[in-house]
């Protein structure tokens, strides 16, 4: 397990249970995202509980990362999206607070599941497709056809547009997944060296020379500055993942709004 940076990635039945001849067992990645959720819920009531004039703490962090969804809400896609606030803000706290929760040792990373990210993606993809069928009509598919495109470039650009479309969902869920898996395997390695190494330096002062320990101690310092190094760019990593979905989702969702 130690050596096997994948083997976090595992998905366990932690409490085995069958319905109906359905396998509807808890798992680790079903328990840590109820976590995650739970802790996310937890801090904007605990924000919201008492709200003052003068903002404490907790009621700060939630007014600022409600306007600041609010900000990148109408910057990119306009006031007309405000009414999809709810949602955006909600898929930008789950993201993050499942990829921090991550984060936490013997934890699981749920968004390292391509069947959680790709249930997200396909969300937003049907999402989109409704509000532009709903707001725009049929006129919604003129998107596959770029106005102004010479007719006799319409066998090759449809194709195209179909595919950079439907491809969506697709891209949203590998690149919020693959992120997460890179940079947990990187910290899982790193982990493995300092262990190591540290264990090297620990050796008894019998069993090496005061040269050689000399070079140990060093050898076992910079694995562990680069996993915190590594650890807080991970941090910073999940809460941009967080960021760059909810930014597409609104991309794609301003298509929807105000056509292509």
Known sequence: ???????????????????????????????????????????????????????????????????????????????????????????????AGLNLAGMIPTSFTATSQITTTAFMGIMVFLLVVGVGVYKQGLHFFAMFLPKGTPWWLAPLIIPLELISFLARPLTLAVRLAANMVAGHVLLKIFAGFCVMLLGLAQVEASQLSWSALALTSPMAILPFAMLFAITALEVFVALLQAYIFATLTLVYLNDALHGH
């Open 1 to 95: 397990m130690a050596m096997n940076p994948m083997h976090q990635f595992e998905v366990k039945a932690l409490l085995p249970l069958q319905v109906g001849g359905f396998d509807l067992a808890i798992t680790n990645q079903a328990l840590w995202t109820g976590i995650a959720t739970a802790a996310v819920l937890a801090l904007f009531l605990a924000g919201i509980s008492r709200m003052a004039l003068v903002p404490g703490r907790l009621q700060s962090v939630v007014e600022l990362t409600v306007e600041f969804v609010r900000d990148l809400t109408v910057g990119t896609a306009g006031k007309e999206a405000l009414a999809f606030l709810p949602l955006i803000l909600t898929t930008f706290l789950f993201i």
